[in-house]
Nanobody, 123 residues
Framework: VQLQASGGGVVQAGGSLKLSCAAS????????MGWFRQAPGKEREFVAA????????YYSGSVKGRFTISRDNAKNTVYLQMNSLRPEDTAVYYC?????????????????WGQGTQVTVSS
């Protein structure tokens, strides 16, 4: 699966952004998807994940209640709606796919990665 993330930008604290990740190649609908992020000087961390059906979602504690992951298998696209953004959300955001229908929170379980999109939240 090839992944192309988009939708990043600069936003003030309290604002919103919606990231998109378009997939091509192998059957997208049988892949669970995830979003990860990496801030400067920090390790990549899990943000959110969704099963291939879309019925199961996982979130990190730091974004739960503010971010929503969703997918449209007809459009081969997964989304990350980010609300109430904080300066600590500033990072490069990556979408990832794993060759299983079950969502997971570990980056080790993902075998395809997008190029990343920068999100900057100003205070």
């Amino acid at each position: 699966v090839q992944l192309q993330a988009s939708g990043g930008g600069v936003v003030q604290a309290g604002g919103s952004l919606k990231l998109s990740c378009a997939a091509s190649g192998r059957t997208f609908s049988r892949h669970a998807m995830g979003w990860f992020r990496q801030a400067p000087g920090k390790e990549r961390e899990f943000v959110a994940a969704i099963s291939w059906s879309g019925r199961v979602q996982y979130y990190s504690g730091s974004v739960k209640g503010r971010f929503t992951i969703s997918r449209d298998n007809a459009k081969n696209t997964v989304y990350l709606q980010m609300n109430s953004l904080r300066p600590e959300d500033t990072a490069v955001y990556y979408c990832a796919a794993r060759s299983t229908e079950v969502a997971g929170t570990s980056s080790a379980g993902y075998d395809s990665w997008g190029q990343g999109t920068q999100v900057t939240v100003s205070s």
